[in-house]
Nanobody, 118 residues
């Protein structure tokens, strides 16, 4: 089993910045890919960004140039730096981990709320 603990999130003004982090523990040898998904009320859960152990990354078109995913393999932690936030970025953000790139894996964090509002 893999446990994912997220931190960060909160309320931010449009145009502001926020950082999320997600620390993995347990059977971390199972993890090649770490990713962030988000789910807004009434909408499906969508991939925001993903990163492999070797540093290959993928971003949703809606966040390219604004969000940056990074990873500290020694700490088994993935980060999401979010800049130039927009109200439409408001959602619950979930950390996800596993072995498959660009598809939901089995392990999820508890989710953290990000609200972009004036």
């Amino acid at each position: 089993q893999v446990q994912l603990v997220e931190s960060g999130g909160g309320l931010v003004l449009p145009g502001g910045s926020l950082g999320l982090s997600c620390a993995a523990s347990g059977s971390i040898f199972r993890i090649n890919v770490m990713a962030w998904y988000r789910q807004a009320p009434g909408k499906q859960r969508d991939l925001v960004a993903a990163i492999t152990t070797r540093g290959r990354t993928h971003y949703a078109d809606s966040v390219k140039g604004r969000f940056t995913i990074s990873r500290d393999n020694a700490k088994n932690t993935v980060y999401l730096q979010m800049n130039s936030l927009k109200p439409e970025d408001t959602a619950v953000y979930y950390c996800n981990a596993g072995d498959v790139f660009l598809a939901p894996n089995d392990y999820w964090g508890q989710g953290t709320q990000v609200t972009v509002s004036s």
